[in-house]
């Protein structure tokens, strides 16, 4: 008996010199913390991140199909999925192996299902049904646009609730985020995102063709020309002015900006396909027209949720996220609303508002630590191309009619 305690502090001994093996820096962080891969195929990138729960990305990869679809003036979703499925697994290994971790090492692999392009969402979503299977790990089904709401928090410390714009190339809504899953969604486009519509009305200038903007995408290459345009030389209006809502519309934005580009080829007696000499300043005023369309949107959306006590009284956040957040002319126009209202605007960085593996992940850890959605790997899960966020204000938002006070919305180019 006199030998137990002995053995005991042995023991402990023991246990505290494999931790700190296993804890030491020169091994890595990996073992010390839950660790969430994150998988992200939605539209036409495909990515991987490893996220420990305090957010650090350990590894992450991403492989862009751009230029492939510049080429072929728009994403052809056979084409993404194909890219999709002969990179999916080379991305996933970089990512582990630049985290220095074993997929022993995993706590969870969360993946985007909902929404997205069913044919990109499905290759995502059948590699990591095999891989959870093949390593016993719990599985997150992830939607896209919440994690895009939730990215800020990885950054900086954000608590619910919070007011939420997302726009990208596929979607725009306002949301109210109360919770990790708890979202009011009180506005969302009606036709095209405006994302979409910018890079159709890149694709009707020919952009691609202008010497400045072969690489850049569609809203890349609006918004590098607007800096040296006159936004004021065609004045297109501002969409759904006599509607009080928050939805969002740029289909007839998009057929303005046809018509008077039709026209000024006629004027400038060239054929559809050539450069015009007037591409800034329509460049410049569509992005005008989509940033005021936005902004408006957004402060109905603020004095909404005033009105209903859906943010704190004090410090109301609002938060911009999704790949058309990064056009600097729309967080600037934001900023103006934002500033009016007294709402502190938060902008995740370029690089984290476009659709990438990390948010995925963060979305992931987010679920792990509140136990919400994780599913056992033997789960069957169906991916849902169209697929709603939260609960739908947007009857009680169109009820309320709310009319706007006039803001000044003078934005340096």
Not at 163 to 186: C, I, K, N, P, Q
Not at 306 to 327: F, I
Request: glycine residues 8%.
């Amino acid at each position: 008996m006199t030998m137990f305690p002995t053995k005991i502090k042995v023991l402990h001994r023991l246990l505290q010199s494999r931790h700190a093996f296993w804890c030491s820096p020169s091994f890595g962080k990996a073992p010390c913390s839950r660790l969430v891969l994150g998988i992200e195929t939605s539209c036409d990138d495909t990515g991987a991140a490893v996220l420990d729960e305090t957010g650090e990305i350990l590894g992450e990869s991403l492989h862009s199909q751009k230029d492939v679809h510049l080429r072929t003036g728009g994403i052809i979703p056979t084409v993404a999925q194909q890219l999709h499925r002969e990179n999916i697994e080379r991305v996933v290994q970089e990512a582990l192996e630049r985290s220095n971790v074993d997929p022993s090492q995993l706590s969870a692999v969360a993946t985007t299902v909902k929404p997205g392009l069913g044919l990109s969402l499905g290759i995502g979503l059948q590699f990591s049904q095999r891989f959870v299977r093949q390593h016993n790990k719990p599985f997150i089904p992830i939607h896209h646009m919440e994690a895009h709401a939730l990215t800020v928090r990885m950054l900086q410390p954000v608590a619910f609730p919070f007011l939420v714009l997302l726009v990208s190339g596929g979607h725009s809504l306002l949301a109210v985020a109360r919770g990790v899953d708890d979202f009011l969604l009180l506005g969302h486009t009606l036709d095209e995102a405006p994302g979409d519509t910018l890079d159709k009305v890149a694709r009707r200038l020919s952009l691609i063709k202008h010497p400045q903007c072969s690489t850049l995408s569609g809203g890349q290459a609006i918004e590098l020309l607007a800096k040296c345009g006159d936004r004021t030389r065609f004045p297109f209006r501002t969409p759904m002015g006599q509607t009080y809502d928050c939805c969002f519309s740029f289909a007839g934005l998009r057929n303005q900006v046809t018509m008077t580009i039709t026209k000024k080829e006629a004027e400038e007696g060239i054929e559809q396909g050539t450069l015009l000499s007037c591409v800034n300043d329509i460049a410049a005023a569509t992005q005008h027209t989509v940033a005021c369309h936005l902004a408006k949107r957004t402060h109905r959306a603020i004095l909404f949720c005033k009105a209903n006590s859906l943010l704190p009284s004090s410090s109301p956040t609002l938060v911009l996220s999704g790949g058309v957040a990064s056009n600097q002319y729309i967080r600037k126009a934001l900023s103006i609303i934002a500033e009016t209202t007294g709402l502190r605007l938060l902008c995740p960085p370029a690089k984290f508002c476009t659709d990438n593996g990390v948010m995925i992940a963060w979305n992931g850890v987010e679920r792990l630590r509140e136990g919400k959605g994780i599913l056992p790997p033997t789960v069957d899960v169906y991916y849902e191309p169209k697929a709603p966020l939260g609960v739908d204000m947007t009857a009680e938002v169109k009820a309320a009619a709310i009319r706007l006070p006039s803001v000044r919305m003078k934005i340096p180019n």
